[in-house]
């Protein structure tokens, strides 16, 4: 699963684009004879990919969402990255430079209270 952010309207797009096989972000257009797809420029749009794992609430994250996490009695604001270290999702501390890892079993203890694009301002 994923998502995707149109950058120059500042919006999530809901329908009608996809990642084909190459991922290649693809939209399809009506045509008299069907639907044609059509290349996006990722300088226009952006997307990110389901990390698989809900929250405590059940809602979905996604790499950029901004997560509070209870790790050890303590309530952390974190952002949900890819680790190229570790080859994997792992929460990014907002107020340090440490990580945490991401598992299933931790999930019960998130919640996703925004994202980098439509809640910047979170970040601080």
């Given at each position: 699963m994923?998502?995707?952010?149109?950058?120059?309207?500042?919006k999530w797009i809901t329908n009608g684009v996809y990642l084909n096989r190459t991922d290649d972000l693809v939209i399809l257009?009506?045509?008299?004879?069907?639907?044609?797809?059509h290349f996006l420029s990722l300088c226009d749009y952006e997307y990110q990919r389901s990390i698989g794992i809900p929250d405590k609430d059940g809602v979905m994250v996604y790499e950029g969402d901004i997560v509070m996490a209870e790790i050890m009695g303590e309530e952390i604001k974190t952002l949900c990255v890819f680790s190229n270290e570790t080859y994997s999702y792992v929460l990014l501390s907002l107020d340090s430079d440490k990580y945490y890892s991401l598992s299933k079993r931790k999930s019960r203890v998130i919640k996703v209270i925004g994202n980098v694009f439509d809640n910047p301002e979170m970040m601080r």
């Open positions: 994923y998502r995707v952010r149109d950058k120059k309207h500042n257009k009506k045509k008299l004879f069907g639907f044609k797809e």
